[in-house]
């Protein structure tokens, strides 16, 4: 009776790791951004598994920097904001990125840099036209 509940465990173990590797552990995290496009978030999993998401650049307000207080820590990390459109100055949502990576705010700093010159790029690009 031992064995079978031993047996039980282990095997409830090895499902509940499987499902861990599958669903929860993101081992990288990437960002793509095209102006005349939108930006493209991808999550790749453990098992192998990725999942993408795309964002139109119309509804792009703005990339920032924002930090959070956990504990006794200040956390920095990289926010989306998407553009209200009952209101062109507001804000509908923010779209936090690399939550599972946490880079250091020296990273942060560098992919915000590359997503503002795309940005400033979009917009300056209708008015020369």
């Known amino acids: 009776q031992n064995s079978v509940v ?14 861990y ?7 990288q995290e990437s960002l793509l951004v095209i102006g005349s496009l939108g930006i493209q978030v ?16 119309s509804r792009v307000k703005d990339v920032v920097i924002n930090e959070a207080i956990h504990m006794q820590n200040v956390i920095y990390y990289l926010c989306i ?31 915000y840099k590359s997503c503002q010159e795309i940005l400033d790029q979009r917009k300056t690009a209708p008015q020369s036209s």
């Open 21 to 27: 590797l599958h669903f929860v552990k993101i081992d």
């Open 81 to 111: 904001l998407l553009q209200d459109p009952q209101d062109p100055q507001g804000v509908s949502e923010v779209v936090p990125l690399f939550q599972s990576s946490k880079p250091r705010l020296d990273c942060l700093i560098e992919v």
């Open 6 to 19: 031993l047996s039980a465990a282990i095997f409830l173990t090895l499902i509940g790791l499987i499902i």
């Open 42 to 57: 991808t999550s790749s999993y453990a098992s192998g598994k990725e999942s993408t998401a795309f964002i139109e650049m």
